[in-house]
């Protein structure tokens, strides 16, 4: 069957065959297909959508376009925590000391951001010599040694993915569900874990912007998960704030150190305590979430979590000063306090336009090839529900380009609106494990 076939029948609402799907995925990797075809079917499939069978097929095929990660030589259970993506959303950096201070392997392959703020390869790289460039021989090497290792993802992974993804931001078809689960899942299986969190956002500065969605997003990928012999969870997690209280790449590093240390923001330290407790749960390291919660939230107070993270910032070449000495850190040159024009209470946050805020200061990237800048953000001071008092800091901006300040305190400012009643939104929404 020709490509302009296949694409027809996708625009016709016929659904294809693994053969057909295979074909578009494995010829557009190999560069036999064009952009411009690519395009028309995305959008189609965008449009008309795609059963499960499809789904799975383009899965599959993104999967075998590159290599898979060899990690049968560690012994241990191999788990693997993955977000859909939000505004400040630093949990990998908790979890992964947290998961391997209690035993299991935890080999992480992560990626930059786009969009918002920068991904945990950004993060990371924000702390004085921090190597994300491993070779698979040093990666598998560090988790037997160590129980952890965060690496970027190396271009024999999921190619097709790499290429399909940019061409879909650029296309406007990024929020199609069967894409983004045959998307994350494809890398997930590439990666080899055994045990697969996902932490599906939803909310105004998610990708899905309510419950119903999240939750076929979550099915969705359950079901490729365990189709293709994967033990899946997931969490449906709040965003319709940023998640702790900074929103920028050192920043976050910091407020993930504080958490590691057994304080930072309630929230965050709450929602990364009860995904730990899943994965200790579903790795049969536990007998219920109560007990996982119990041992995840030890190994916060009792320092053996922060002790791993400063084992997994040595082996990868970092300082690991930076735990006793933020300083060490990019450090912006000015700071900017943010203040409410009323009274009240905190009653809804435009959570992306908070996201955008960052990104207008230099945090985050519109394009992957952008730059971005560790050192700036946001500090949200204001949480949903807070009491505010006229001419109070509702947040404070961190920024090294004073002609930006004023732009984005204003889009800070328009992204609060505080009320009469103060509201509490749950922070996580649904749990399947």
Known sequence: MRI?????????CRELTNGEISRIVMDYAAGEVP?????????????????????????????????????????KTKVDKHSTGGVGDKTTLVVIPVMASCGLAVPKMSGRGLGFTGGTLDKLESIPGFNMALSPDQ????????????????HDIVPADKKIYALRDVTATVESIPLIAASIMSKKIA????????????????????????????????????????????????MNQPLGRAVGNALEVAEAIDTLKGDGPADFRHLCV????IILYMA???????????????SLDNGSALKKF?????????NPAVIDDYTLLPQAKYKYDVVSERSGFVSEVDCALIGRAACMLGAGRERKEDSIDPAVGIITNKKLGDRVENGEALAELYSNDESKTSEVASAVCKAYTIGDVSIVPPLIHELTY
């Open 139 to 154: 990666f598998v090497k560090q988790v037997n040694d160590i129980g952890a290792a965060i690496a970027g993802q190396t």
């Open 35 to 75: 952009d411009y075809q690519m395009s028309a079917f995305l959008m189609a499939a965008y449009i008309n959508g795609m059963s499960f069978a499809e789904t799975s097929a383009m899965t599959q095929a993104m999967i075998d376009s590159g290599e898979v990660l060899d990690l049968s030589s560690i012994s």
């Open 274 to 277: 009860e995904l730990s407790a």
């Open 310 to 318: 400063a084992e997994i910032i040595s082996s990868q070449d970092g």
């Open 4 to 12: 302009q076939d296949i694409i027809a029948a996708k625009r016709d």
């Open 191 to 238: 990666c080899s874990s055994d045990i697969i969190l996902l932490d599906v956002k939803v909310g105004s500065g998610a990708f899905m912007h309510d419950l119903p969605r999240a939750r076929e997003l979550a099915r969705t990928m359950i079901a490729i998960g365990t189709n293709l012999g994967r033990k899946v969870g997931t969490a449906i997690t709040d």
């Open 284 to 298: 049969a390291q536990c007998k219920s979430l109560d007990e996982g919660r119990a041992i995840a939230s030890g």
